[in-house]
């Protein structure tokens, strides 16, 4: 994109952020610039991006279960349990002989050792201030974080092929409404010709009824199919504005502000052949690719399911502070590891049973999809050399027919044509230039549909066309 056009997209993003609400004049937009807009803040587009970014905080959630994990805590507690004030004085470091009852023993007493102890079964109300700092490390789990670590990684680059595809499609809906606009803009041209040449027949009718060589019911013909063509002028300006409308909700465009567009763009045809354009989908297709990653996630699950057959190893050190009070506690560490295995287990068996099934669906959906599109990209393909022969075949109409109005009119100038032949002529040479904007709008679409199914669909491949949609000057 040229600085210039960077600059005028600027512009029109703080018109828009500002919201403006008197209506301003815009130059007319071109295609690049509709695209940009919409790329900026199409909804698809924030569904896309919000998609993949999703998609990568799966992977860094992945990525930290490979990691130590380092946790403090701080609890405050009170209890008169026996057994908890026990614990409590031990990790302070403060039990005495006399909490075992020490002052009670009488050893010339025969029973003194039934005796219970006080302090030691009724120690009455004691608290403790604990702060503790734990450190997990995760040594092997059997593979199952590596697994979980591939499958996130795979559905990360399904979510960025599904970006990839978002942005192609929205490129092809822009194109579709644009050049829809620059197609709604030649029927009206030739809506509009049509009305020149109706009243151009009234008037001519007017002057030969006047000469005697009419009857006031072809004036009266020659008036009704002005009327008519009046009402195809308004019906292709109400196309034009839902054209408009569609290309403005696509760009984010503001109702206050004026949209139109500049000069009509056109696909580039891909000249290889059939079988090269069905291989090169199988390999650039944006969805295609996105089914393979799904393919390679779904592998990684059953790599993540296997893990629970295997044992797991994990390590743990923690440093604890426990007192009466919190500037006087007492230190003390524990380190360990742990080895553990579940040597039988039956529902992980399931767990397997599906992680194989969800692999199985995920490599059928990839086929399907293959074939599908390859079909698809044969059916398109097809087309776009029918819309070719179809283009070549109205502009050949058009010109035949134009010359046939033309003799047609200077007979009916001498009189020797009636007006029912007139404007049977004139409605045909309408109908031929509207099926030539027509076929005209289909061969771009059904380009972009073929660049779409392989892949390669991008604002570079859909260039500034020769004026596709022009017509000739009125007969």
């Known amino acids: 994109m040229s600085l210039r056009s960077h600059k ?28 940009d807009l919409a790329l900026k803040q199409n909804p698809r587009m924030l569904a896309a991006r919000a998609r993949q970014a999703e998609a990568k905080g799966a992977v860094s959630e992945a990525r930290g279960h ?4 380092l946790s403090a805590s701080f609890s405050a507690s009170q209890s ?35 005796i219970a102890p006080n302090a030691l079964n009724h120690p009455g109300s004691y608290h403790n201030f604990g702060t503790k700092l734990q450190l997990e490390i995760p040594i092997w789990n059997g593979g199952a974080v590596w697994g979980r670590l591939r499958q996130m990684r795979a559905l990360l680059q399904a979510a960025r092929s599904g970006n990839r595809m978002a ?36 008037k001519t009718s007017r002057a030969l009824l006047a000469r005697g060589v009419l009857v006031k019911s072809d004036l009266l013909s ?23 409308d569609t290309l403005a909700t696509l760009i984010g465009w503001p109702e206050s502000m004026t ?41 990684a699950g059953i790599h993540v399911a296997h893990a629970a057959y295997l044992p797991h190893v994990n390590a743990m050190a923690d440093q604890e502070w426990n007192g009466r009070a919190l500037g006087n506690a007492a230190p003390s560490y524990t380190i360990g590891g742990e080895v553990t295995w579940n040597i039988l287990d039956f529902a992980r068996g399931g767990g397997m049973d599906r992680a194989r099934a969800q692999r199985e669906q995920a490599m059928a959906a990839l ?7 390859r079909v698809q990209v044969a059916q398109i393909w097809r087309k776009t050399r029918e819309a070719a022969l179809r283009v070549k075949m109205r502009t050949l109409a058009v010109a035949q027919m134009k010359e046939a109005q033309r003799l047609v009119r200077l007979r009916y100038e001498h009189g020797v044509e009636t007006v029912t032949g007139l404007l049977h002529g004139q409605a045909e040479l309408d109908r031929a230039r ?26 570079r491949a859909i260039a500034g066309a020769h004026p596709v949609f022009a017509l000739e000057g009125t007969p």
């Open 66 to 69: 490979l990691l130590p994990k």
């Open 80 to 114: 008169n349990n026996a057994l908890t004030v026990f614990g409590m004085r031990l990790s302070q470091r403060q039990a005495t002989f006399n909490d075992f009852g020490a002052g009670q023993f009488n050893p010339n007493n025969p029973a003194g050792l039934d």
């Open 222 to 244: 020659a008036e009704v199919h002005l009327e008519k063509v009046e009402l195809a002028v308004e019906s292709a300006e109400d196309t034009r504005a839902n054209a408009l």
């Open 259 to 299: 949209l139109t567009v500049a000069g009509p763009v056109q696909p580039a045809l891909p000249a290889a052949p059939l079988i090269v354009l069905q291989r090169d989908a199988m390999t650039r297709n944006a969805d295609i690719i996105a089914l393979r990653h799904r393919v390679e996630a779904a592998q």
């Open 167 to 202: 942005r192609q499609k929205l490129v092809f809906a822009v194109l579709r409404a644009y050049d829809g606009v620059i197609a709604a803009n030649a029927g009206i041209s030739v809506a509009e010709k049509a009305k020149r040449a109706a009243e151009s027949y009234v």
């Open 434 to 459: 509207a099926e030539l904007v027509a076929a005209r709008y289909a061969e771009a679409m059904d380009r972009a549909a073929l660049l779409l199914a392989v892949g390669t669909l991008n604002p």
């Open 8 to 35: 005028k997209i600027c512009a029109v993003l703080v018109i828009l952020l500002m919201g403006t609400t008197a209506a301003l004049p815009v130059a007319a937009l071109d295609f690049n610039q509709c695209v």
């Open 367 to 373: 086929q399907e999809a293959q074939g599908e599109l």
